[in-house]
Nanobody
Framework: QVHLVVESGGGLVQAGESLKLSCAPS????????MGWFRQVSGKEREFVAA????????NYADSVKRRFTISRDGVKNTVTLQMTNLKPEDTAIYYC????????????????????WGQGTQVTVSS
């Protein structure tokens, strides 16, 4: 599988601390309608975290991360960041960046099926 986006910034932190994840294109450029972050714990389904539309910056968040996580984009660097604050042990997961190049609208941005390109993931571990 070709990974056209790459994540960075994962690590081990204590509960209450902050961490910032970044996502950047890897290799060839591609059109972008929206970028999203998902996370997955072993044995569970991949879960939506946050998404942002590229053109107008509309943001969506999962209820579990509202007021703690902030997604943003940099149109010049073509990167997306996920600033995570007040981290909790239940935030522990592999975090994936994903790109929706087309915005066909068949699925919502909270649905993984909207996204064509995925990164390999970065581990975030929050200790209690």
């Amino acid at each position: 599988q070709v990974h056209l986006v790459v994540e960075s910034g994962g690590g081990l932190v204590q509960a209450g601390e902050s961490l910032k994840l970044s996502c950047a294109p890897s290799g060839r450029a591609f059109a972008t309608y929206a970028m999203g972050w998902f996370r997955q714990v072993s044995g569970k389904e991949r879960e939506f975290v946050a998404a942002i539309t590229w053109r107008n910056g509309n943001k969506n968040y999962a209820d579990s991360v509202k007021r703690r996580f902030t997604i943003s984009r940099d149109g010049v660097k073509n990167t997306v960041t996920l600033q995570m604050t007040n981290l909790k042990p239940e935030d522990t997961a592999i975090y994936y960046c994903a790109a929706d190049p087309y915005g066909r609208g068949e699925y919502s941005l909270g649905d993984a099926r909207s996204y064509e390109y995925w990164g390999q993931g970065t581990q975030v571990t929050v200790s209690s």
